[in-house]
């Protein structure tokens, strides 16, 4: 064997297997390709919802192992375990979009919490080293604008059907674990935005919508306030609680950066004045429509115990934001594509009067 091959096979041979469940969609697709630049073998599960979008990982599709498969489908997900070893299984399959869960919760409830445990009943089969569950911090409920932070024992209170959905989740992972002696770590990370995320999402929504010239619809006052974390600084935190994280354990990622969302609408307006000057400011397309029904008033989160593991944000907000709107500004074609689906649609909104 010549030493670029006996390289190469050596390499193959040490590379850790992943399976990532949900790496179309927009954090998933990131951890996808930070696994691929870190070496690791790549294997990839997503259904292909309206939330995905393959061209998210089309650059590293010829180095991951692609599957179609439904989470729903327990039939097809046991066959997939029982077919093929994993070092690390990351789940980030999920319907995410909490507008669209009051509208209508069947499929919450069935891919959020049914979903996880054909995941969990396939592990269970098999032999990995961590089981990485990725829940959200809107499991806690809401904080009053002064209260503490939540933290990692914070008592669970969702409010929405996807909050109280992802919360059952992650009550069966914990049990799965219990019970089962699945080794599994449960993470809460707080909003997250850059490149590549759907404009039914705020930011997003936000731009585009002042990029067509149409109202930037803020819900109730506009007071609720959100903590921010750019979607490659989550990433980095998970392969850190997926390497060094505390089996059984769960896990705070923040970026310490609030914003309530009238706020974040007028810096978005404001860069958009300097980079693509119109008569009117942008400002002028702010509007305040009816509040949503349990609109949690504030997240935030208390991250001391992630940075205990050396893991802290790289990215501020004041330079995270002005990336992903540029991106957005040079990416017109790709969510114009999602305007026509009706992807930029809020559920459930009607203006004030
Ligand atoms: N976006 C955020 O700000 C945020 C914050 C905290 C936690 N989270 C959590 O992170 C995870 C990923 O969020 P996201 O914003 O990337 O979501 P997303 O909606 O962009 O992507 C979800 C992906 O899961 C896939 N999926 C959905 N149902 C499936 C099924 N039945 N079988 C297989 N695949 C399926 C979709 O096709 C999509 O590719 C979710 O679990 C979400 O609850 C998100």
């Known amino acids: 064997m010549t030493g670029v ?6 390499k193959k041979k040490s590379q850790n297997k992943i399976l990532v469940f ?3 969609g927009f954090i998933g697709s990131k951890f996808v390709d930070m696994a691929v630049s870190k070496h690791y073998k790549t294997y990839v599960i997503d259904s292909l919802t309206y939330a995905s979008d393959l061209e998210r990982i089309s650059h590293v599709m010829n180095d991951i192992s692609f599957f179609k498969i439904d989470i729903n489908n327990k039939k097809e997900v046991l066959k997939f375990f ?6 690390y299984v990351v789940n980030f399959a999920a319907e995410s979009h909490v507008d669209r869960s009051i509208d209508g919760s ?3 409830v069935k891919t959020n919490i049914n979903g996880t445990v054909n995941i969990l009943e396939g592990i269970r089969r098999k032999k990995v080293k961590n089981y990485i569950h990725i829940s959200t911090d809107e499991v806690f409920g809401s904080l009053g604008k002064n209260s503490p932070k939540f933290n990692e024992l914070t008592r669970y209170d969702p409010k929405s059907p996807y909050s109280a959905s992802k919360a059952a989740a992650d009550h069966l992972v914990k049990a799965w674990h219990t019970t089962y002696g699945i080794p599994v770590i449960i993470t809460h990370s707080c909003n997250n935005y850059g490149p590549w995320q759907l404009i039914e999402k705020f930011i997003p929504l936000s731009i585009s919508k002042a990029l067509t010239n149409q109202n930037i619809p ?3 006052s506009g007071k609720n306030i959100r903590e921010w974390i750019h979607v490659d600084d989550h990433c980095k935190a998970l392969f850190e609680i997926m390497l060094n ?9 923040g970026s310490g950066e609030e914003f309530c969302n009238i706020e974040l609408a007028n810096i978005i307006c ?3 004045d300097k980079v693509k000057p119109k008569k009117e400011s942008y400002k002028k397309l702010i509007k305040l429509v009816q509040d949503r029904p349990g609109h949690d008033f504030r997240y935030s989160l208390n991250s001391n115990k992630i940075k205990k593991l050396g893991w802290k944000k790289e990215i501020n907000f004041k330079s995270g934001i002005v990336e992903t709107i540029d991106w957005y500004i040079r990416n017109e074609k790709w969510w114009k594509k999602k305007i026509k689906k009706g992807f930029n649609l809020r559920v459930g909104l009607g203006e004030k009067k």
């Not at 091959?5 to 050596?10: I, L, S, V």
């Not at 029982?82 to 070092?87: V, Y």
């Not at 994280?245 to 990622?253: D, F, K, N």
Request: aromatic share 24%; charged share 25%.
């Open 5 to 10: 091959r006996f390289y190469q096979f050596m």
């Open 82 to 87: 029982l077919k093929n070893d994993f070092d």
């Open 245 to 253: 994280g505390r089996v059984g354990e769960r896990y705070l990622i």
């Open 270 to 272: 404001i860069y958009l």
């Open 22 to 24: 949900g790496g179309a």
């Open 106 to 108: 069947d499929i919450f």
């Open 218 to 220: 803020i819900y109730g």
